[in-house]
């Protein structure tokens, strides 16, 4: 009887950019991560800010601002239902 195994190769092995600490973190990962993140983005970030938050409930976060405004935000601003944030829970991008 002929036996069948199945391995499963491990593609990505560097741990997320905002788990990170950020003494790690180089300023070209935060702008490449910026421009994977933000397709849409042909600009540089203005700013970001990586921290962790620690006390009874642990965060850790990246937040950016961009370069310029993007034009799908001023576009509609103020609607409700527009899906303008990026936002990652329990190590996944939502």
């Known amino acids: 009887i002929p036996e069948t195994t199945e391995e499963f190769e491990r593609v990505n092995n560097q ?3 905002w788990l990170r600490s950020p003494r790690e973190v180089e300023e070209d990962e935060y702008k ?6 933000f397709k849409n983005s042909y600009d540089e970030p ?3 800010s990586h921290f ?13 601002i961009p ?3 993007p034009f799908e935000l001023s576009k509609d601003m103020f609607d ?5 944030i990026r936002l990652y ?3 996944v991008f939502i």
């Open 46 to 48: 203005a700013k970001y």
């Open 32 to 37: 490449e991560f910026y421009k994977s993140a």
């Open 89 to 91: 829970v329990k190590r």
């Open 80 to 84: 409700e239902n527009s899906r303008n």
């Open 52 to 64: 962790v938050l620690e006390g009874q409930v642990q965060c850790k976060a990246i937040l950016y």
């Open 15 to 17: 741990k997320p950019i």
């Open 67 to 69: 370069g310029m405004l």
